[in-house]
């Protein structure tokens, strides 16, 4: 029997459900948290992280970002993910975000064609 | 009482530090996720074979000691067994712009923790990942909101001509000309780095935001009004001798250093991108005045401490 959380999606705000299954709790008990993929209804991407009570600590939107041909890799820690992709779609506004998409390239969570 | 005493000075930083943490139940919430995570990476590493009196290696180690200072790890039965406090995972949410830092906590120290308690903790997380975490750490909002705050509320920067920046890392000039900038103020900031892979970083930066960037100690020129050692000690073998470079080349010495009394998860974090141990408030005062520096005034003991010398 599995149990059913619910969050918006980070992209377009959608409702979306998310199963979690004892085989989560367990994986997340055992790492500390638990990822999983899900789809909102509007077809958006989404990793979700769930702790060992079921509580989703964070949900962010897997998608490739356009500009500079460049794309965020499944390397890119979660935590830093959302800053990047903000930085390849609207470009490095400050010194500081210019450094980290460079530093970023450099640890394999950003590739550039 | 005493504490407010000991630390009237981040009181006073709190004042802009809470607006941004969303007031007193935004701080509370941030000191709940932190003990929680604590207990959490403790549990982890008693549960995947870490010895708490004789921890593996120095990540483990400090993880063990904040623990301690917190009362969160304690031993029982002469020290023979170890047990960790109970915190209950918190209800409300941390505070917006501290979710970068908490989910940073989760996946570096946490999800890693056996790995650190199994293997040497250098190898767990690569020089290039550790770089970018550092930068993504550094340029945090709440971290940069910190940092401006103690350059304008208490070592008032922008009263000085001359200002020497030493361990800059990558950050720290940016926020302090930002700071000189809001009073109108033309400092000249030297920034000194050791570092040449930071050096090259900051080289870039220099040239666009008009700052002086200096290779190594051997490489600074002339007296400064003020030097700065912001989060620095706990990056060098050597805190003594950086406090004695300061006391050559400046007349005054801002020192704000986070120390182990009152320390956080945070500093596991940092460790793991290669940090070495933290000190006490009381070994930075006494390195500071081995160097020569007279105590000005102080602002906070802990969990910065704070104060100018001179």
């Known amino acids: 029997m599995s149990l059913t959380t619910r969050l918006r999606c980070p992209i377009c705000g959608a409702d979306t459900s998310v199963a979690i299954t004892p085989e989560l709790l367990r994986q997340a008990s055992e790492k500390g948290v638990a990822r999983l993929l899900v789809r909102c209804p509007r077809g958006h991407a989404i ?15 897997v998608h490739e ?8 890799t499944d390397k890119a820690p979660t935590s830093v993910r959302a800053r990047l992709i903000a930085i390849l779609e609207k470009g490095a506004v400050t010194d500081a975000d210019a450094l980290l998409l460079e530093k970023a390239k450099a640890a394999g969570w950003v590739i550039c064609i | 009482m005493k504490s407010f005493v000991d630390n009237w000075g981040m009181f006073l930083l709190m004042k802009d530090f809470m607006k941004l943490l969303g007031g007193a139940k935004g701080l509370k919430a941030f000191m709940q996720h932190e003990n929680y995570r604590l207990a959490v990476a403790v549990q982890s590493a008693l549960e995947c074979g870490a010895n708490c009196r004789r921890p593996p290696n120095d990540v483990v180690s400090l993880l ?22 109970q915190v209950p995972e918190p209800n409300a949410p941390p505070p917006h712009v501290m979710e970068e830092y908490f989910q940073m906590i989760d996946e570096v120290v946490i999800d890693k923790m056996c790995e650190y308690v199994m293997k040497p903790p250098t ?9 970018a975490y550092y930068q993504a750490l550094m340029s945090a909002p709440f971290y940069v909101a910190f940092r401006k705050a103690v350059y304008d509320r208490l070592a ?18 940016l926020d302090m000309l930002d700071v000189c900038q809001q009073h109108g103020s033309e400092c000249e900031l030297a920034a000194l780095e050791v570092d040449p892979r930071i050096c090259n970083d900051l080289e870039k930066l220099a040239t666009k935001r008009g700052f002086e ?18 989060n620095v000690l706990h990056w060098t073998t050597n805190p003594l001798q950086v406090l004695l470079d300061a006391r050559r080349r400046a007349d005054r010495l801002f020192v704000s250093q986070g120390v182990i009394e009152g320390a956080g998860i945070g500093f596991v974090l940092v460790k793991i991108l290669y940090a070495n141990q933290p000190l006490s408030w009381k070994e ?8 020569g520096w007279r105590l000005a005034r102080r602002y906070a003991k802990y969990p910065n401490y704070l104060a100018l010398f001179k």
Do not use: M, N
């Not at chain 2, 190898?123 to 770089?131: F, H, I, N, P, R």
């Not at chain 2, 190594?216 to 009004?225: A, C, E, L, P, T």
């Not at chain 2, 930075?284 to 160097?291: I, L, P």
């Open chain 1, 47 to 61: 990793v979700v992280t769930i702790d060992q009570y079921g509580y989703v600590r964070s949900a962010l939107p």
């Open chain 1, 65 to 72: 970002a356009g500009r500079q041909d460049c794309e965020v």
């Open chain 2, 64 to 85: 063990f000691r904040i623990a301690r200072h917190k009362g969160i790890l304690k031993e029982s039965y002469g020290g023979a067994e170890c047990r960790v406090e």
């Open chain 2, 123 to 131: 190898g767990v997380v690569s020089e290039e990942e550790a770089l």
């Open chain 2, 156 to 173: 008032k920067l922008y009263r000085y001509r001359r200002i020497l920046d030493i361990g800059a890392g990558t950050q720290d000039p």
């Open chain 2, 213 to 230: 960037v200096v290779c190594g100690w051997g490489r600074v020129s002339g007296r400064y009004d003020i030097a700065v050692v912001q």
């Open chain 2, 284 to 291: 930075v005062e006494a390195f500071t005045k081995q160097a």
